[in-house]
T-cell receptor, first 114, second 114 residues
C-alpha cells in the first residue's frame, strides 16, 4: 500500500514570496490533515478535511494560508505571503475517517523562509 | 480546557535500560490515545493506540503503554532500550466530540547512550 506522498521535500524562499505544498493521501482515506511542526515543538493542526469539506481550520492563519482538497483526494496548502516565522516542517496525514482511526503521515516538506 | 502534556522534554537512558515516557491529558471523558515516533528527517510513525478495553496496550518495536484513568495518563514503556530507539516521541490525543481532531503533545527527545 502506497503511503502519503508529499512534495516538495524541501523549499527555501524569501519572505513575502508565495509557496505551495502538495499532498496525495492514501487511496480511500476520507480524512486529510495538514500540520505545521516548528523546530522543537509538536505538530500543530492547521486544517482538517473530511472528503472535500473543511472540518476544522481554527488554527489556520487565514490571512496568509489557504488550503483546498480537490475532488476529495489530493490537497494543496499555500502560503502567501510567507513570513520568517512560517519556517517549519509541513506534514500531511490521512486516515480512513475522523473517528479516531490511525492517521498516516507523509515525510513532510521542510520550509525555510529567509 | 482540553490539553495533552509531555512533562519531559529530553530523556537520556543507557542501552539495555528500561524506559518510561510520560503523557498526561486534561479532558472530561476518555479520549482516544496514541503514541507516535519521529526519527530525524522522517514522518511520524504510529507505535500504539488506545480506544477502549484492556488498559495495557502493546505496540510495535517492543513498546507498550498503560492507560490510567485515575491519573489521566498514558505512559509509554519499553523494558530494554536499543540504540535505534533514539528519536522524538509524541503523545497524541483525539478528544472525542467537537471535530475529533488529533492533538499532539510537545514531544520527548530520547537519547540512548551506548
Amino acid at each position: 500500500e502506497a503511503g502519503v506522498a508529499q512534495s516538495p521535500r524541501y523549499k527555501i524562499i524569501e519572505k513575502r514570496q508565495s509557496v505551495a505544498f502538495w499532498c496525495n493521501p492514501i487511496s480511500g482515506h476520507a480524512t486529510l490533515y495538514w500540520y505545521q511542526q516548528i523546530l522543537g515543538q509538536g505538530p500543530k493542526l492547521l486544517i482538517q478535511f473530511q472528503n472535500n469539506g473543511v472540518v476544522d481550520d481554527s488554527q489556520l492563519p487565514k490571512d496568509r494560508f489557504s488550503a483546498e482538497r480537490l475532488k476529495g483526494v489530493d490537497s494543496t496548502l499555500k502560503i502567501q505571503p510567507a513570513k520568517l516565522e512560517d519556517s517549519a516542517v509541513y506534514l500531511c496525514a490521512s486516515s480512513l475517517d475522523r473517528g479516531g482511526t490511525e492517521a498516516f503521515f507523509g515525510q513532510g516538506t521542510r520550509l525555510t523562509v529567509v | 480546557a482540553q490539553s495533552v502534556t509531555q512533562p519531559d522534554i529530553h530523556i537520556t537512558v543507557s542501552e539495555g535500560a528500561s524506559l518510561e515516557l510520560r503523557c498526561n491529558y486534561s479532558y472530561g471523558a476518555t479520549p482516544y490515545l496514541f503514541w507516535y515516533v519521529q526519527s530525524p528527517g522522517q514522518g511520524l510513525q504510529l507505535l500504539l493506540k488506545y480506544f477502549s478495553g484492556d488498559t495495557l496496550v502493546q505496540g510495535i518495536k517492543g513498546f507498550e503503554a498503560e492507560f490510567k484513568r485515575s491519573q489521566s495518563s498514558f505512559n509509554l514503556r519499553k523494558p530494554s532500550v536499543h540504540w535505534s530507539d533514539a528519536a522524538e516521541y509524541f503523545c497524541a490525543v483525539v478528544f472525542t466530540g467537537g471535530g475529533n481532531k488529533l492533538t499532539f503533545g510537545t514531544g520527548t527527545q530520547l537519547k540512548v547512550e551506548l
